[in-house]
Structure formats: C-alpha cells, structure tokens
C-alpha cells in the first residue's frame, strides 16, 4: 500500500475540516479589515466600470474564492482521493487548469486597483518605487526558482496526488537555499512591489491582505497536511 493510501485508510471525516473553522474566521477578519483601510477618493476613476475599491473588493473576494478551492480539493484529494477517483490521469491537468488562472488573477487584480486609485502612500514615491522594484526582483526570484528548481506539479500541492512526487526531496537551491518557504514568504512580495510602484494605497492595503491570509492557507491548510503526509508541520 501507498503512503498515500495508507493516509486515506487511517483518516475520518473529521480529518477534512481541520483548521478550516480557523481559516473561515481569519478570512472573514482579514477581509473586513482590509474592507475597512480602503480610501474612496472623491475624483476616483473607474476602470472597465470599476473604482479601486471596486476591484479591491474583486481582489480579496478572489482570493478567498482561490484559496477556499485550494483547502477543499487538497484536503478531499488527500483524505479520499476524489480529483484521481472522478478524474483519472487527467485530475493533475484539471486542477492545473483550475488553480493556475485564479493564482494569476491575484495579482492583475491588484494591478487593475492600483492603476485606478488616486490615493497615494506617502510623499516619497521615487524611495517607494525604489523599494517596490527592490520587492519585484525578489519575487521574480522566487518565482523563477519554482519553475526551475521546485516545478509547477510541486507547487499545484502535487503531493497530495502522487507518492512519487510526495518522496521528492527537499529542494536546496534558488530561493530555497535560504528559506523553505520562498514561494509564501519571498513570490508574495511582488505583491507589495506592484503596490509600491504604482504608489497605491488600497493596493499595499490588499498586498498585506493577500500576504497575510496566504499564510493562513500555510498554517490551517497545509501545515496539517503535512504532518499526515511527511510527519511533521
């Protein structure tokens, strides 16, 4: 038997909804928090018909769409093996086809609430751009050591699908030569980047929002899915 099998022999229903009462209030929280810092100039300017606000808000209902999906299809996929029984070899390619245009929805969304705000952050925008560009190589970074040195199947949670990509080892180079998590703690600075390029404030406003609830996905979702699949959080 399979790891993985072994896993979906030993689990419960209950093992399904770990975390996730945590992850529901944090989203919630966060996303009335975030809500609640956005600035409504009153020369705000609209952008295929929305304000910065308005797609803020388009912003962080994206993300919860995205990640709500992500808890449900790792956690069915991983404890009962759902996508692979509906799906066969194609539960990869559809999940692909899934999570890729909702994670690239993060970031253009933010951009299209940058691009319409007025709001500035402060009176430095060359320091702010400075720092901003700073973030975005980063992030670029990052991004370019998953391709490369992680691979997208890795980071589309393949673990939760394969036993041979759940025996993969750690990966030491790129961005992870310096921190296991470089995809939550290092990619996600673009987010600030972008905010600080464009000089926005609701979109520094949802970059802190987008960073802090990805981190919720980390410690209510994944972190507990680790401990069944590796031993340890």
């Known amino acids: 038997m399979s790891r993985l099998d072994d896993i979906r022999a030993q689990s419960t229903w209950k093992d399904l ?21 956005l600035i409504v100039p009153q020369d705000a300017p ?23 999906i992500v808890a449900l299809v790792f956690r069915l996929q991983l404890h009962r093996n759902v996508l692979s029984r509906w799906l066969g070899d194609r539960d990869m390619v559809v999940w692909r086809l899934v999570f890729i ?21 402060s009176q430095y925008p060359l320091t702010e751009a400075v720092i901003g560009i700073l973030f975005l190589g980063l992030s670029i970074w990052a991004l ?52 600080l390029v464009f000089g926005s404030w609701n979109a520094l406003v949802l970059a802190l929002f987008q960073h802090c609830y990805i981190w919720v996905h980390m410690y209510c979702t ?12």
């Open 144 to 195: 370019h050591s998953v391709l490369v040195h992680f691979s997208i199947r890795r980071a589309l949670g393949g673990d939760h699908f394969r036993d041979e990509i759940a025996a993969l080892p750690l990966v030491t180079k790129g961005v992870f030569k310096y921190t296991s998590n470089g995809m939550y703690g290092v990619a996600f600075l673009g987010l600030w980047g972008i905010a």
């Open 46 to 68: 609209h952008i295929l018909g929305l304000s910065s606000v308005g797609w803020a808000k388009v912003s962080i209902a994206l993300a919860v769409l995205h990640q709500i």
């Open 17 to 37: 909804f770990e975390g996730q009462p945590q992850h529901l209030g944090f989203a919630i929280l966060l996303s009335a928090g975030a809500i609640s810092l």
């Open 101 to 121: 245009p909702l994670l690239i929805a993060r970031p253009l969304s933010l951009i299209m609430a940058a691009w319409a705000d007025t709001a500035s952050i």
């Open 222 to 233: 994944e972190s507990p899915d680790m401990r069944w699949i590796y031993g340890v959080s």
